[in-house]
């Protein structure tokens, strides 16, 4: 009805133990190309969730997942896609379950995998420059909530108290980031995440077990 290429839909977040929260878009929203690429950069409506959306096939032209990517090559193959489309459209139903397993790999123990994340965002960094140099600071605010996010993990997981030099630069980036920019540059739920682990990592990773994210 839309002749849109990419469809996003609202979805449940399901528990083991039955509990479940509606992720609500509150208007249903067109996008054209360059649009949609600053949506998933900023963390707006267009995320980096697969299960809630749909793709026209005739779209997909060589964008195919990166084997090699063992924690986000979803992100990394809905931009690669976005920049196919003409027009994306963001409906306000939920018609998908998405239930979290303990046992899947964003809930394993902590690894080198999880690092995979921020070399997907420098290879979009840098695809963003070459292509889309108006946007540059939204994908450098995507790099920023990627290291906040592994960084994150690391905590959760117990892992960061291993004086991983990586995670300590990681952590220093994170901390001299602007908040300017971030207000900018992210989504109001980006900036909340940043301002809360710049203030207190420990009162961050309490919000998240609380919120359940």
């Known amino acids: 009805n839309t002749n849109s ?4 839909h609202d979805y449940y977040v399901e528990f083991e133990n039955s509990f479940y929260k509606y992720r609500k878009n509150k208007i249903k929203k067109e996008f054209k190309r360059e649009e949609s690429i600053k949506e998933i950069l900023s963390g707006g409506i267009i995320g980096n969730n697969l299960f809630d959306k749909v793709f026209k096939k005739s779209k997909l032209g060589n964008v195919r997942f990166d084997s090699k990517i063992r924690i986000g090559e979803d992100l990394l193959f809905i931009y690669q896609f976005l920049k196919n489309t003409n027009k994306s459209f963001a409906r306000n139903i939920a018609t998908y379950h998405y239930i979290q397993r303990q046992g899947s790999a964003m809930n394993s123990n902590f690894s080198d995998k999880f690092f995979d994340i921020i070399e997907v965002s420098k290879v979009i960094e840098s695809d963003i420059k070459k292509n889309y140099s108006d946007l540059i600071n939204y994908a450098q605010a ?3 909530y990627s290291k906040y996010k592994t960084l994150e993990r690391a905590r ?4 960061y108290n291993n004086n991983n030099l990586k995670l300590k ?3 220093k980036n994170v901390k001299q980031y602007n908040i300017s920019k ?3 540059y992210m989504s109001f739920k980006k900036i909340a995440g940043l301002l809360l682990y710049k203030f207190s990592p420990k009162l961050y990773l309490v919000v998240c077990r609380i919120k359940k994210i």
Not at 5 to 8: A, E, H, K, T
Not at 156 to 159: I, P, Q, S, V
């Open 5 to 8: 290429d990419l469809i996003i």
């Open 142 to 144: 995507l790099t920023i």
């Open 156 to 159: 959760k997981m117990g892992f």
């Open 169 to 171: 630069q990681m952590e």
């Open 182 to 184: 971030a207000i900018k």
